[in-house]
């Protein structure tokens, strides 16, 4: 098989500014991956569909989409970064590790399948995700063990930026947060403390506070849905 039919499966390719974490206001290329294998509660992303949209052509094409037509998207914009995203982009690390990173990667990930890591590990920017207990998932202590544990694999380094991103309800477990971001904070640059859209920010103001103690810590809400773009 040639390395053009290798297929996969996206719901939307777009260009926007990136609105969340540090690096929010770049302007990215976005492919955006079907499927996940969590299920937050507040998660707002349509994890299948048969079609993708390509935003910045307006084609509309059938899944699974080749290597091929990503690479050309990839090589003809004009952006800071891709950010891969989804869904969970890990899902596909087999077919991502094929792709000539012809400008500058990045990841945004939940963190929780730490052998497909490992296949991604040239990229040069992670995004990743802490998740809290009240964000709904299932086996949660096999969550936390698997993102430590992908974060000691995609750590923050001279070549790649990785910070962590918290997304936070009004209401969460503060000292078990603080003592999950212990175990990673070594790995990071810094972590990004995320409300869920509409949450109250005082709790959140007090853990900032208090993990201070130890890292770098930033309250950074999603700019995208306060400038109102996708
Ligand atoms: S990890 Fe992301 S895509 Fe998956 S369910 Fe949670 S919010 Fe949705």
Known sequence: MKNEDIGTRLSEIFESIQGEGILVGVRQLFLRFC???????????????????????????????????????IDSAKVHSVSFTGGEPLL??????????????????????????????????????????????????????????????????????TFCKIVLPSEFDLEEVKN?????????????????FGSRLEKIFKLQKEMMEFADVRVIPQVHKLIGVR
């Open 35 to 73: 499927g996940c294998n969590l299920n937050c509660y507040y998660c707002d992303t349509i994890k299948e569909s048969d079609f993708c949209v390509n935003h910045t052509n307006g084609e509309v094409i059938k899944n699974p989409i080749s290597l091929g037509y990503i690479q050309k998207v």
């Open 92 to 161: 596909h690390a087999d077919f991502i590790k094929k792709i000539n990173k012809s400008k500058p990667f990045y990841l945004e990930s939940n963190m929780s399948l730490p052998e497909n890591a490992k296949k991604l590990k040239f990229f040069d920017f992670v995004a990743g995700d802490l998740k809290v207990r009240e964000s709904g998932v299932k086996n949660y202590e096999k969550l936390l063990e698997n993102t430590f544990r992908c974060f000691k694999i995609l750590r923050n380094r001279r070549n790649r930026l």
């Open 180 to 196: 999950s971001a212990m175990q990673i904070k070594d790995y990071v640059v810094c972590f990004v403390l995320q409300p869920v």
